[in-house]
Structures are given as structure tokens and as C-alpha cells.
């Protein structure tokens, strides 16, 4: 083949990080969100891995439809909700359930929303100030929501917490009183924890979770892994090495000579670039397994290729896996190099990639 970049999606490593996630959710219900692809990993791939769940989270309706078509008969809560009275006949089609999250969509429902009743998750904004009903609105929303015939009388209440990362926030328990004041009257099941406050927010696990990083192994945390908590990475990245060549004291490695050698030295070429999804910003220094020995990119990452400082393994060879991330790598690392996350590597993955699946789990020297 003429790239040899491949994501190893590993089965055994989705199961395991499900468990964990209903071991840590005291009896919640557990949502998958699979949405974005299932954070790059493949949607239908995830979802089938993770049928045992008790619901399904998706941006669109696309990936909603991609659900039904894989024969998946879960609950699917359309997670940013409708945007046109066209969308109701669609839902019903396909079974969702959607979030109402603001007064445009009460009123399309108001006006246009005739039909057998749909089911709905009212959101409240309660401190992250991007989708939902001011709280002081909530019971207006909600009576309004069960004086109509299209909708379900069993309006599940949700939110979204902006800081749930930090286990000992004040943003969180700020967000978890404003909910509790604004839904008391209100009856319905609650959604409030995503990944994060699974984990490190017990008192916010209400009757279902929304799980999503944790799904595929990725830390909930800053400063932590997602080994930190129980879980295993999903994603291997891998590619080998295409070259090794000799080059000189002082002469310049890659785009615009931003890295020099030291000393004459050995620069192994890997076959990945910003083309298959890797971060053209990871600096130099950024590690990557070769033979699963640590060795450091030099010079810019390019769309195909990247190169890396061998001088710490003379016995490397072309031909040599070389693992960008996974079990021994762990994506949040190499992330926090680049200036990023996890979750936007993985989603970042790019069709050329080539996909394949394990029950196995993931070792540095998989390709």
C-alpha cells in the first residue's frame, strides 16, 4: 500500500471504559455520545461496541439516520435539538428525542408542531452561558412544553457543566444549586454529567449521564491520563518509517530550516503528516514511539511526513512501526504538546487513514 497510516480502534478497550463509566455512574443510565463520528473513532463501529447502553447522544440528524441504518434501536436524543418545523417528520421518522433549548424552538413547536408526541429534554443554562433557557425560565419552558399535544408528557431536564474538570470547583457547585432551584417543581429525569463530572461530581449523576471522552479512554482532566481513571485508549495512531538518513552538524531539518542537527546525526521520515490528522503544530520535542523507544520529532510536521531524532535508537530500521499515540502514548500527551486536547486529535483524523478493528489490547508496537 502506498501509506501505512493506521487508527486501531480496540474493541475490548470501548467495553471496558463502558463498564467503568456505569461503575463510577452509581445506577445512572448511561447516554454514549458517539457524536462527531464518535470523536473520530467510527460511528457505527462505536455504537454496535457499545449497545449495551441505554441511549445514544448525536450532533445531527445524519448521524442519527447512520444509527438506524446500523439497526440500533436505542433511545437517540438529537443533543443541539431541531432548527426548522420541517425537522418534526424527520424526528418522528427516525424515532428521537430532541433537546429544547431556546425560544425559537418553543415556538416552532407552538406553531407547527402538530403530530404524535415527540420526546423532549428541556435545557437550562445555568452558568456556561452557550445553549439553554435562563434557569428563571424553566418553569415557564416547561409548562409550555406539557400544555402541547405533539409533545411527550416526560420531559427529561438537562444541562452542561463548563468546569467540571476541576474536581473542586466552585463554577460546578454554583451550576449544580442554580439546577436544583430551578427544576425543584419540575418533574422529569435529569441529565447533568458529562464525562467529567461522572467521575469526579457523584452529586450530579442524577437518572442518566452523558458519557463521551471517557467512552474512548481520554483523560476528563488537566494534568490527568485517562489511565488515571480506570480507562483504556480506544485509538491507536501508527504509521513506520519510510527512511533513515545521515545528515550533517548544523545543516537544517524540514520547512523552513526551524530545526538544525546538532551533530551528525540519524533523521528517521515516518509516513504521517497534518494530511492523515496529526497536529501541525506539535513542536519539536513532541515523542513518538519507534520500536516502543521514545524518540522526539525535529523539525515541522508536513501534510505526508514527519521527521524524528534517532540518535537514542541506532538499531532503528526502515520499515519500523512508529505509534503516534495509544496505550503507551497517551493522545492527551501529545496533545498538550501541540496546544491542544485529545478529543480534537482524534477527531481530527482524515479519510485517508486507514481504519481497522481489534478485541485486543493496544501495545506500542501495533500497526
Not at 445531527?60 to 444509527?67: K, M, Q, S, V
Not at 431536564?157 to 463548563?162: E, K, R, V, W
Not at 479512554?217 to 538518513?245: E, H, W
Request: with cysteine; proline share 4%.
Amino acid at each position: 500500500m502506498s501509506r501505512t497510516t493506521t487508527a486501531t480502534i480496540h474493541l475490548d478497550a470501548l467495553a471496558h471504559n463502558l463498564a467503568r463509566v456505569r461503575d463510577a455512574a452509581s445506577g445512572a443510565r448511561v447516554m454514549a455520545v458517539v457524536k462527531a463520528d464518535a470523536y473520530g473513532h467510527g460511528l457505527e463501529r462505536v455504537a454496535l461496541a457499545l449497545a449495551s447502553a441505554d441511549a445514544f447522544g448525536v450532533s445531527t440528524f445524519e448521524e442519527a439516520e447512520r444509527l438506524r441504518a446500523a439497526g440500533l434501536d436505542h433511545r437517540i436524543v438529537l443533543l443541539s435539538g431541531f432548527d426548522d418545523p420541517a425537522d418534526f417528520a424527520r424526528m418522528r421518522r427516525q424515532r428521537l428525542d430532541a433537546v429544547v433549548h431556546h425560544a425559537s424552538q418553543l415556538a416552532m413547536l407552538e406553531q407547527h408542531g402538530a403530530g404524535t408526541p415527540m420526546h423532549v429534554w428541556l435545557k437550562l443554562d445555568t452558568g456556561m452561558h452557550r445553549l439553554g433557557f435562563p434557569a428563571a425560565q424553566a418553569g415557564d419552558a416547561h409548562a409550555r412544553l406539557r400544555a402541547l399535544a405533539c409533545i411527550d408528557a416526560d420531559i427529561g431536564l438537562m444541562t452542561h457543566f463548563a468546569s467540571s474538570d476541576e474536581f473542586d470547583g466552585a463554577q460546578t457547585r454554583a451550576q449544580l444549586q442554580v439546577f436544583a432551584e430551578a427544576t425543584a417543581a419540575l418533574a422529569g429525569d435529569r441529565s447533568l454529567a458529562n464525562s467529567a463530572a461522572i467521575l469526579g461530581w457523584p452529586q450530579a449523576h442524577a437518572q442518566w449521564v452523558r458519557a463521551g471522552g471517557a467512552l474512548y479512554g481520554m483523560s476528563v482532566a488537566a494534568g490527568k491520563r485517562g489511565a488515571d481513571f480506570g480507562l483504556r485508549p480506544v485509538m491507536t495512531l501508527s504509521s513506520r518509517l519510510i527512511a533513515i538518513n545521515r545528515v550533517a552538524r548544523g545543516e537544517p531539518v524540514g520547512y523552513s530550516a526551524t530545526w538544525h542537527c546538532p551533530e551528525d546525526m540519524a533523521i528517521g521520515v515516518a509516513a504521517v503528516g497534518y494530511g492523515d490528522g496529526y497536529p501541525r503544530g506539535a513542536k519539536a520535542g513532541t515523542p513518538v514511539l519507534v520500536r516502543g523507544v521514545r524518540v522526539p520529532v525535529i523539525g515541522r510536521v508536513s501534510m505526508d511526513l514527519m521527521t524524528l531524532d534517532l540518535r537514542g535508537l541506532p538499531e532503528a530500521a526502515v520499515g519500523d512501526p512508529v505509534v503516534l499515540w495509544g496505550a503507551e502514548l497517551p493522545v492527551e500527551e501529545v496533545a498538550e504538546h501541540a496546544g491542544t486536547i485529545g478529543y480534537e486529535l482524534t477527531c481530527s483524523i482524515t479519510r485517508r487513514v486507514r481504519f481497522v478493528e481489534t478485541d485486543q489490547e493496544s501495545t506500542s508496537g501495533s500497526n
